[in-house]
C-alpha cells in the first residue's frame, strides 16, 4: 500500500521527535508527504524539511490567519521558494472568515497576490476556505487555468459540486471521522473517487480513534480505512485511487 499525505505541518514538531513520526509513517504506508508552510518562516522550515528528508515535499505560502503579517518580502521570498525542486505548490492560502485573524480585506489581497504567482508559475493552489466559499470562488473564476484543491474539506454536497464543476479537488482529513460530521460523511460517501485524495493536517485533527492526540502522518491510514468502510470500497484500491489523483495533482511520477 502507497499513501500520499497531501497536507501536513512537519515544521510543528519537534526536531528531535520527527524520525521516529516519519519512521511510523513509513511503516503504516505513507510513502510521500507535503509539508504545508503557513508564513514565511513556516515555510522555509518546510523548504529544509523537503531538502534533507527523501520523499517529502513541500509547499509555500501564507495561510488567511497570518494575512496581517504579510508583506512585499514576503511575496519576494515566496516567488524563490516557490521555484526550488521539491515546491509542489502555492499555500496553503485562501479566506477564513469564521475566526478573523486577519482582517477581511487584508486576507483577499494577500489571496488574490498568491492567485497570481500560482499562476504565473504554473504551480497547484492549496486552499484554506472556512465560511468563504462564495468568495472563494469569485475570485476563483479570474484564473481559468489554474489547478486547485480545497484542504481539509468539510462543507455540504453543493460545495463539493460547484469545487469539482470549476474544475478542482477536494481532500479530505480526520474530520470526516468525527461523530458529528454526518453532513460531510454523506459527501464522503458520494464522491467521485477522482476527485478527492488524503490528508492528515497534522499535528491537527487527529482522526478516531486517536482524537484527543497529537495527530501525525502515520494516522493517515485511520482516515483511508474509515472512507473505504463508509464506501464500500476495498482499502488498496481506494489507496491507489487517491494516491494516483494526489501524485498527478502535485504532478509527480507514479
Same mark, same amino acid.
Given at each position: 500500500m502507497k499513501l500520499f499525505d497531501t497536507h501536513c505541518h512537519l515544521d510543528y514538531y519537534q526536531s528531535d521527535e520527527l524520525e521516529s513520526i516519519l519512521e511510523r509513517a513509513r511503516e503504516k504506508g505513507v510513502k510521500k508527504i507535503l509539508t504545508v508552510g503557513t508564513n514565511l518562516e513556516s515555510s522555509l522550515r518546510c523548504s529544509k524539511i523537503a531538502d534533507n528528508k527523501e520523499n517529502i515535499f513541500f509547499s509555500a505560502g501564507c495561510h488567511p490567519h497570518e494575512a496581517k503579517d504579510f508583506s512585499p518580502r514576503f511575496i519576494r521570498e515566496l516567488k524563490k521558494l516557490a521555484k526550488k525542486k521539491h515546491c509542489l505548490a502555492i499555500g496553503e492560502t485562501g479566506l477564513d472568515y469564521y475566526y478573523l485573524h486577519s482582517p477581511k480585506k487584508v486576507q483577499k489581497e494577500v489571496f488574490r497576490q498568491h492567485l497570481e504567482l500560482a499562476a504565473e508559475l504554473d504551480l497547484p493552489l492549496i486552499i484554506h476556505s472556512r465560511q468563504a466559499l462564495a468568495e472563494v470562488v469569485e475570485m476563483l473564476s479570474g484564473f481559468d487555468s489554474l489547478s486547485f484543491v480545497f484542504h481539509c474539506f468539510s462543507g455540504s454536497f453543493e460545495d463539493y459540486l460547484q469545487i469539482v464543476e470549476m474544475g478542482g479537488y477536494v481532500s479530505f482529513a480526520g474530520i470526516v471521522t $468525527?461523530?458529528?460530521?454526518?453532513e460531510l460523511k454523506k459527501v464522503a460517501k458520494?464522491? &467521485? @473517487?477522482?476527485?478527492?485524495?488524503? +490528508?492528515? &493536517?497534522?499535528?491537527?485533527?487527529?482522526? +478516531?480513534?486517536?482524537?484527543?492526540? !497529537? @495527530?501525525e502522518p502515520g494516522y493517515l491510514r485511520e482516515i483511508l480505512n474509515?472512507?473505504?468502510? =463508509?464506501?464500500? +470500497? &476495498? !482499502?488498496? +484500491?481506494?489507496?491507489?485511487?487517491?494516491?494516483? @489523483?494526489? =501524485?498527478?495533482? $502535485?504532478?509527480?511520477? @507514479?
Open positions: $468525527f461523530k458529528k460530521t454526518q458520494k464522491a &467521485d @473517487n477522482s476527485k478527492f485524495f488524503l +490528508e492528515t &493536517d497534522a499535528p491537527y485533527l487527529s482522526p +478516531e480513534p486517536y482524537r484527543g492526540r !497529537k @495527530n474509515f472512507l473505504a468502510e =463508509l464506501r464500500k +470500497e &476495498d !482499502k488498496e +484500491e481506494l489507496a491507489a485511487k487517491t494516491t494516483e @489523483n494526489a =501524485l498527478r495533482f $502535485f504532478r509527480l511520477p @507514479n
